[in-house]
């Protein structure tokens, strides 16, 4: 018998999962365990809810790392834990200061107001920010493990994908034509995207904004940053595949569930992921047994209402075996499945988290890969 979802071997947790299952509590607790043991951890969230922060007592969209206090739930030596919010604004100028290849350049960019418009909102650039972000943190060899909170279940999966989007956007057709620069990425302008661009241009005498000229400006700005770009692309897509890096599906025992972990399972498989472990949260606790309430001294009616609840929470129980036994049958070969009864309250101290992460790490493993309370 061993720790269930033992964290030792790996550097990077990547948490999924639907909204309203607890996923970003889970990546809390998971990276306050590991902190309390004695690691020296860092957890970053791209789920727009400050509900990590609030649970870790911050209050602060800092870019950088800040440091949580673990006073009180008590910690091993070496401890460390910090957190973050991404914001992708930040890290992509950053990108633009690093990649820049001179400071005219850079300037150019950082004023063009395309760039400062689309920079937060641009499909898939936050998601490959907080790839940089990930990568910035991966650097920093005092750091033991990174646990990482992902988007919302809709998001997920082009989080994870975002490297390889990026740069199917920068090596596109689109990107050449508002770039109008004939060797932009190896390619060339064909006749079709000359008639576009002479559209865009009649648009711009009409209205007089000018819009082409910008957008051009912002694409060419970034002709001699590309290969800086896609080299951290392609880093980021083999930390994913690492084997040092454990993806993990948060879900919970509702039948509803059942679909939405199997697409999760599913679209990482479509994109050369596994999923290698899945924690159902908020399971029912253990049931008394109806020979105690029978020895109970009170009155028969009570006793009745008891009875009743007891054969309620029974069928209750029932279903929730039944969605643990279709989620073991789901789950890749190998892959565990932890089960953290509910905490009886809504977390939101540190100690909170403490306990959450207590009975996670007092799950053990059965040999089939299954881990139980």
């Keep these: 018998m061993k720790p269930a979802l033992s964290l030792a071997g790996y550097r990077l947790i990547v948490c999924l999962g639907a909204g309203g299952v607890g996923k970003t509590t889970i990546a809390a607790a998971l990276a306050l365990g590991e902190a309390l043991n004695g690691r020296a951890v860092d957890v970053m969230t791209v789920d727009p809810a400050p509900r990590l922060l609030d649970a870790l007592g911050l209050d602060t969209?800092?870019?950088?790392?800040?440091?949580?206090?673990?006073?009180?739930?008590?910690?091993?030596?070496?401890?460390?834990?910090?957190?973050?919010?991404?914001?992708?604004?930040a890290t992509f100028d950053s990108l633009v200061e690093r990649y820049a290849p001179s400071a005219a350049a850079r300037d150019a960019i950082l004023q063009n107001r395309i760039y400062r418009n689309l920079s937060q909102a641009l499909t898939g650039v936050s998601d490959y920010m907080a790839m940089e972000k990930?990568?910035?943190?991966?650097?920093?060899?005092?750091?033991?493990?990174?646990?990482?909170?992902?988007?919302?279940a809709r998001h997920a999966i082009d989080f994870l994908d975002a490297p390889r989007r990026i740069l199917e956007l920068l090596n596109s057709r689109a990107a050449v034509l508002l770039g109008a620069s004939s060797g932009f990425l190896g390619q060339s302008l064909k006749l079709v995207d000359l008639a576009a661009r002479a559209v865009l241009k009649a648009f711009d005498r009409l209205t007089g904004l000018g819009l082409l000229a910008d957008v051009q400006g912002f694409v060419r700005g970034f002709e001699g940053m590309y290969q800086g770009f896609a080299e951290r692309a392609e880093r980021a897509q083999s930390l994913l595949r690492d084997p040092q890096c454990l993806i993990l599906i948060v879900t919970s025992s509702e039948a509803e569930r059942l679909s939405e972990t199997r697409a999760f399972i599913d679209s990482l498989r479509a994109i050369g992921l596994k999923a290698g472990a899945l924690i159902v949260n908020r399971t029912l606790p253990e049931m008394p047994s109806l020979a105690e309430i029978a020895k109970l001294k009170i009155a028969p009616g009570l006793k009745r209402k008891l009875r009743r609840n007891w054969n309620d929470f029974a069928a209750l129980?029932?279903?929730?075996?039944?969605?643990?036994?279709?989620?073991?049958?789901m789950i890749p070969h190998r892959a565990a499945l932890a089960v953290v009864p509910d905490l009886g309250r809504e977390p939101a101290r540190l100690v909170d988290l403490a306990a959450i992460a207590r009975r996670l790490s007092g799950v053990e493993s059965e040999d089939a890969g299954e881990l139980g309370i």
Excluded: Q
């Design 61 to 89: 969209d800092s870019t950088e790392p800040r440091h949580v206090e673990l006073n009180g739930v008590g910690h091993r030596p070496g401890a460390r834990l910090r957190v973050l919010k991404l914001d992708p604004k």
């Design 317 to 329: 129980k029932s279903r929730e075996a039944e969605s643990l036994s279709a989620l073991r049958a």
């Design 134 to 152: 990930l990568l910035e943190l991966h650097a920093d060899r005092g750091t033991d493990l990174i646990v990482l909170d992902t988007p919302p």
